[in-house]
Nanobody, 127 residues
Framework: QVQLMEFGGGSVQPGGSLRLSCAVSDYIGSDFYMAWFRRTPGQEREGVAAIYSADGYTFYADSVKGRFTISQDVVVGTLYLDMGVLKREDTAVYYC????????????????????WGQGTQVTVSS
């Protein structure tokens, strides 16, 4: 059973930066979509960024475009999310997820196509 685990959450001031990491327990192949989602209390889960592991093509939500960067290290099996110019509205629990392309490629920022999820890590942006 593939397991995902997020690292790197914490508190940061507005305008600051933070890097999240997601370690994958087992090799899941090179043909997968990996993504970051976030959720705040009372709101629906939001797809933040996704990457197609086979070619590195990336997708971003409009709310984070230009500020966040998703990347991967396929050798060590780790997904990253570099977050910059953080805003208070970025405060949320962030989750990483993995899913096969036949379920995720049409809407990679929709969560229903992802089979594997991490437990989440809290990111708080406040002064």
């Amino acid at each position: 059973q593939v397991q995902l685990m997020e690292f790197g959450g914490g508190s940061v001031q507005p305008g600051g930066s933070l890097r999240l990491s997601c370690a994958v327990s087992d090799y899941i192949g090179s043909d997968f979509y990996m993504a970051w989602f976030r959720r705040t209390p009372g709101q629906e889960r939001e797809g933040v960024a996704a990457i197609y592991s086979a070619d590195g093509y990336t997708f971003y939500a409009d709310s984070v475009k230009g500020r966040f960067t998703i990347s991967q290290d396929v050798v060590v099996g780790t997904l990253y999310l570099d977050m910059g110019v953080l805003k208070r509205e970025d405060t949320a629990v962030y989750y990483c997820a993995a899913g096969p392309p036949w379920k995720t490629r049409l809407r990679p920022l929709r969560g229903h196509g992802y089979d594997y999820w991490g437990q989440g890590t809290q990111v708080t942006v406040s002064s």
